[in-house]
C-alpha cells in the first residue's frame, strides 16, 4: 500500500474520534439550555392539577415537582379512583417520561393515634392527621405551642376518624412537651393523653402537673409518666411549728412517696396540721433508703416542741426546742443507734423551755383507754393510774404520757375530775390543754350523759373552764353559750362565698359552709343568726332586673350532685320561690249578691326584693330546709348590703 493511502486511512479514523468532543459539547449545551425549561413547564402544570385536587376550605392534597422529566408526587389521596384520575392527568401532560411516588390512600384510623416526640433541635410528629387539614394548616395551628426557634418534623399521614376538636388538643398536648426533656413524648390515642418522659426541672414539673387539670374539654388522662427531674442539692427538711403543726419541704423521690410522707406526719402534727412544700426530684444517693429516710426523719421531729430536722449530703441534723428533757437523750440514741444505712449525724443544737400549751389526752375506745401527752411527775401520773383503774374491768390501761414542765397550777384536781367520767362513758375522750378540759363522747343512758355534763363542770377548779359534749344513742348533743359563739367563730373564720355577678343562684361552693351552720345550729339550740347579701363588683355587667326564684338550683341536677343534709327533708316540699317577707292577705268578708260592692282603695304592693335582699333569701331558704327553725334565721332588712369581696355575711342577733 502506497503511504498516501495509508495516511488517508488514518485521517479517516482519527476524524471519528476528534468529533466526539464536539458532538459531546453541542449535545451538553443543548441540555442545559432545553431541560430546565422542559422542567418548569412540567412544574407548573403538575402543580395546576395538583391545585385542582383541593377541597372547599382544605389544601391539596397532591404534591408534584418536577425533576428534569419525571414528576415526584406524594399525598393521600381521599379515595383509588381519585388517585388514578390524578396519575392519568398527570401522565398525559406533554414531555413527562414518568411519574415517582408514592401517592397513598386516605384510610379510617382507629385508634386515631398522634404521637409528638421531642429531639435534641425540634419536634417530631408521627402517626394520623385528620384527613380534612393539611399538613402545613395543621403545622400553623401548632406553632404557638413550640418554644421560638424549634423545628416541627412533620411524619404524619392524613386519616379519617379524628376525634372532635383534635387541633385543640393536639396543640394544648404539644405545649405540655415544652415541660419535658428531649427523648419524652405526648400521644393522643382518640380522647385519651398520656406523656411519657423526664420533666425538664423541678418548676417545669409542677407547672405541669397543674395545667394537666384543666384538660380539652371531652379528653381524659390516660397514660402518665414523668420521671422527675435531677437535683444535685437533694434535701429533706421536716419543721415542727408552734402550735404544733408540721412543714415538708424539700424534695421527695414520687408523688408516691410524697402521700406516704403526708401520712405519717399527720400523726405527729397536732389536729393533723400538716403543711406540704416538697417537690419531686432525683438525686438521693442510691445507698439512702428512700422509704426509711423521712420516716427516721419524721420521728426526730416527733420529739421537738418547735425546730427542724434535715438531711442534707447524706446528713442529719437537727436544732430547736425538745418536746421534754427526756427528748434529747431519746435523740441522741437514735442517732447513734438507728440511723438508716447511707445517713451520718450532723450538727445537734436542742434546748428545752416548758410545755405550753401544756396537753394531756385520754380515749377511751371499744377495748382501752391510752393517755397520751405529758404530766409534772411520776407521782402524778401515779396517782391518776390508781384512779382509772378500779373503773376498768375488761379495758387495757395503755400509758404513753411524757414528764414535762410547764402543767398549770391544780392540774392533778382537774385530770382526777375528768377522768373518772370514763367509766361512764361507751366511747369518748378528755383533752386537757392548759387550764381548758374538753370532754367528748357517748354514754349509753341518758342518766348518765346528765350526770357528765353536771358533775364535770361542777368539779373545775377555779381558773379552769370545761366544755362537755356528751351524748346518749339517739340524743342530740347541745354545747354551751361559749362554746356556739367560738364554734361559730371557727365557721366564718374566712369570706363566705360569693354569688355570680347578676346571679341569686346558690352555687355548689356554699354548700360545705351552709351545712357546717346547719349542723351546729342543731348543738345551739339559742343560736340566731341574720344573713346579709352583697352586692355585685364594680364594672360587672349590668343585667336585667331578676326575678324572686328560688335560690338553689333545679332538684334535678344540684341535689343529685350533693348528697349531705342540706337536701329538703322528706316530709318538707321545696318551694320555688323564695320566702315572702309580705303579710298573708286577709279572707275578704262574704257579702250579699245584691248588695253593691263597696270601692276601695288599692292597698299598695310591697316592693320587689332587690337582688342583695334575694341572695339573702336564699341563704335562709337553703338553711330552713337544712334544718333551722324559723327563728334562727332571718334576712337582714332591705338596704344593708356587704361589698362583693367580702362575700355573703352571718352575724349573731339578739
Do not use: N
Not at 500500500?1 to 443543548?30: E, H, K, N, Q, V
Not at 421560638?148 to 405545649?175: H, K, M, N, W
Not at 380539652?216 to 414523668?226: A, D, F, K, M, N
Amino acid at each position: 500500500m502506497s503511504a498516501a493511502s495509508t495516511f488517508r486511512d488514518r485521517c479517516r479514523r482519527i476524524g471519528w474520534a476528534a468529533g466526539l468532543p464536539g458532538l459531546a459539547l453541542i449535545l451538553g449545551l443543548s441540555a442545559a439550555w432545553v431541560t430546565p425549561r422542559i422542567e418548569s413547564r412540567l412544574s407548573g402544570e403538575a402543580s395546576a392539577i395538583a391545585a385542582a385536587t383541593a377541597l372547599p376550605g382544605a389544601e391539596p392534597w397532591l404534591r408534584a415537582d418536577a425533576q428534569g422529566r419525571d414528576l415526584v408526587i406524594t399525598g393521600e389521596a381521599p379515595d383509588a379512583a381519585t388517585r388514578d384520575a390524578a396519575h392519568e392527568r398527570l401522565a398525559r401532560l406533554d414531555g413527562v417520561r414518568r411519574l415517582v411516588g408514592p401517592v397513598g390512600v386516605v384510610e379510617l384510623a382507629s385508634p386515631f393515634i398522634w404521637v409528638a416526640t421531642r429531639g435534641p433541635d425540634g419536634v417530631d410528629l408521627t402517626g394520623f392527621r385528620p384527613a380534612e387539614i393539611g399538613a402545613s394548616a395543621l403545622g400553623e395551628r401548632l406553632a404557638p405551642a413550640l418554644e421560638p426557634g424549634t423545628a416541627l418534623q412533620d411524619r404524619t399521614r392524613a386519616a379519617l376518624g379524628s376525634p372532635p376538636d383534635f387541633p385543640l388538643a393536639a396543640t394544648y398536648a404539644l405545649a405540655r412537651l415544652r415541660a419535658l426533656a428531649p427523648a419524652s413524648r405526648v400521644m393522643l390515642e382518640d380522647t385519651r393523653l398520656s406523656i411519657i418522659g423526664e420533666a425538664a426541672s423541678v418548676s417545669d414539673e409542677e407547672a405541669l402537673r397543674a395545667a394537666l387539670v384543666a384538660l380539652p374539654t371531652g379528653y381524659s388522662l390516660g397514660r402518665v409518666e414523668i420521671l422527675p427531674a435531677w437535683v444535685s442539692d437533694f434535701r429533706f427538711v421536716v419543721t415542727r411549728q408552734p402550735g404544733g403543726g408540721v412543714e415538708l419541704s424539700g424534695y421527695v423521690v414520687s408523688e408516691a412517696a410524697r402521700v406516704a410522707i403526708r401520712d405519717q406526719a399527720a400523726q405527729i402534727a397536732e389536729a393533723g396540721q400538716v403543711a406540704d412544700r416538697m417537690r419531686s426530684a432525683r438525686g438521693l444517693s442510691a445507698q439512702i433508703d428512700a422509704a426509711a429516710m423521712p420516716q427516721f426523719t419524721l420521728q426526730i421531729a416527733g420529739l421537738l416542741q418547735e425546730g427542724s430536722v434535715t438531711v442534707a449530703d447524706a446528713t442529719v441534723s437537727a436544732s430547736g426546742i425538745a418536746l421534754d428533757a427526756q427528748a434529747i437523750p431519746e435523740i441522741e440514741a437514735l442517732l447513734r443507734d438507728r440511723l438508716p444505712a447511707g445517713l451520718k449525724r450532723g450538727a445537734v443544737a436542742l434546748t428545752t423551755r416548758p410545755l405550753s400549751p401544756y396537753r394531756i389526752a385520754l380515749r377511751r375506745d371499744a377495748d382501752s383507754v391510752t393517755l397520751t401527752g405529758h404530766l409534772p411527775d411520776a407521782g402524778t401520773r401515779e396517782m391518776l393510774l390508781a384512779a382509772l383503774r378500779p373503773r376498768l374491768f375488761r379495758e387495757r390501761l395503755v400509758d404513753r404520757t411524757r414528764l414535762g414542765q410547764g402543767a398549770p397550777a391544780d392540774l392533778t384536781r382537774a385530770l382526777l375530775a375528768s377522768a373518772g367520767s370514763l367509766a361512764l362513758m361507751a366511747k369518748g375522750g378528755i383533752r386537757i390543754a392548759d387550764r381548758s378540759v374538753t370532754l367528748t363522747g357517748e354514754s349509753l343512758y341518758p342518766q348518765s350523759a346528765r350526770r357528765i355534763r353536771e358533775e364535770v363542770t361542777a368539779a373545775m377548779p377555779e381558773g379552769w373552764s370545761a366544755d362537755v359534749t356528751v351524748t346518749s344513742p339517739g340524743e342530740t348533743p347541745t354545747r354551751t353559750p361559749e362554746a356556739c359563739g367560738a364554734a361559730l367563730d371557727s365557721v366564718l373564720k374566712s369570706p363566705a362565698p360569693a354569688f355570680s355577678p347578676g346571679s341569686a343562684t346558690l352555687k355548689p361552693a356554699f354548700y360545705p359552709r351552709l351545712d357546717a351552720i346547719a349542723a351546729l345550729a342543731r348543738t345551739c339550740p339559742a343560736l340566731r343568726l341574720m344573713v346579709t347579701g352583697h352586692s355585685d363588683p364594680a364594672g360587672a355587667a349590668p343585667t336585667p332586673k331578676p326575678t324572686v326564684e328560688t335560690a338553689v338550683e333545679s332538684t334535678a341536677s344540684l341535689e343529685a350532685d350533693k348528697p349531705r343534709s342540706a337536701k329538703a327533708p322528706p316530709d318538707k316540699p321545696r318551694t320555688d320561690k323564695a320566702p315572702s317577707t309580705a303579710p298573708a292577705a286577709k279572707p275578704k268578708s262574704v257579702k250579699s249578691e245584691t248588695a253593691k260592692p263597696e270601692a276601695k282603695p288599692a292597698a299598695p304592693a310591697d316592693p320587689e326584693p332587690d337582688l342583695v335582699q334575694q341572695r339573702a333569701l336564699a341563704v335562709v331558704e337553703y338553711l330552713l330546709q337544712a334544718g333551722l327553725r324559723p327563728d334562727q334565721v332571718a334576712a337582714a332588712p332591705a338596704g344593708t348590703i356587704r361589698p362583693a369581696s367580702l362575700g355573703v355575711g352571718f352575724a349573731l342577733r339578739s
